[in-house]
């Protein structure tokens, strides 16, 4: 069965105090892994998608990587403002489209 | 501005009384699909489209019915709804096969 598990479930940082966040997936076949962020009740908010291991992705204080069986999405000096709930998902083998969710780190950035 | 949008973004209802969760996007997205996020369990595909007439169950189908008799629109129909349908629901698009899943703002709904 298709898992994606991220780690840790909450993390509390000081404002400017580096850190990553760990997404690690069994699955079938990656198609690709996708990182959101969700805040208090809305939608998924894109954030970035990666297909091959080594790939790297970066916006502003955030950068995602990719292995073969794990994800890191590294934030740099983090803000306030970057606190949220991110969450990774990847797209597997099949033809549903679906994306399968970890259930997501809990970031909260304290000025 | 593209967007995924979602109607009603809240709704109250009672056990049995039909509801229809609207959803559109104007990407001319040909894929869209609707999950529902509860506590501790993530979010789950309860139905997906590949295009106009073409759609199928996800993992969480039971008492969820769909249509998709245009390209921008795909409704979220519980014909019967029951309390363990109390949840947050996304509407999500994309262009096409393993591409970029793009989310609405979510209806939360309660049924009583």
């Known amino acids: 069965e298709d898992q994606v598990t991220q780690s840790p479930e909450a993390l509390r940082l000081q404002e400017g105090e580096s850190s990553s966040l760990n997404c690690s997936y069994t699955v079938s076949g990656l198609r690709g892994l996708f990182w959101y962020r969700q805040d208090p009740g809305k939608g998924p908010e894109f954030l970035f998608t990666?297909?091959?291991a080594g790939e790297e992705k970066e916006k502003e204080r955030l950068k995602a990587t990719l292995t073969k069986k794990e994800s890191f999405l590294h934030i740099t000096a983090p803000k306030p403002e970057d606190s949220a709930t991110y969450l990774c998902a990847v797209l597997t083998q099949g033809g549903s489209e679906k994306l399968v969710f970890g259930k997501g780190t809990k970031l909260t950035v304290n000025p | 501005e593209a967007q995924v949008t979602q109607n009603p973004r809240y709704l109250i209802t009672v056990t049995g009384k039909k509801l229809t969760v609207t959803c559109s996007q104007n990407?001319?997205?040909?894929?869209m699909s609707w999950y529902r996020q509860d506590p501790g369990l993530g979010l789950r595909q309860i139905y997906y489209?590949?295009?106009?007439?073409?759609?199928d169950k996800g993992d969480v189908p039971e008492g969820y019915k769909v249509s998709r008799k245009e390209k921008r629109n795909f409704p979220l129909i519980l014909e019967s709804p029951s309390p363990n349908q109390t949840s947050l629901y996304f509407c999500?698009?994309?262009?096409?096969?393993?591409?970029?899943?793009?989310f609405g703002p979510g209806t939360r709904l309660t049924v009583l």
């Open positions: 990407m001319n997205h040909e894929y």
């Open positions: 990666l297909y091959s």
């Open positions: 489209s590949m295009n106009v007439e073409v759609t």
């Open positions: 999500a698009s994309s262009s096409g096969r393993g591409r970029t899943q793009y």
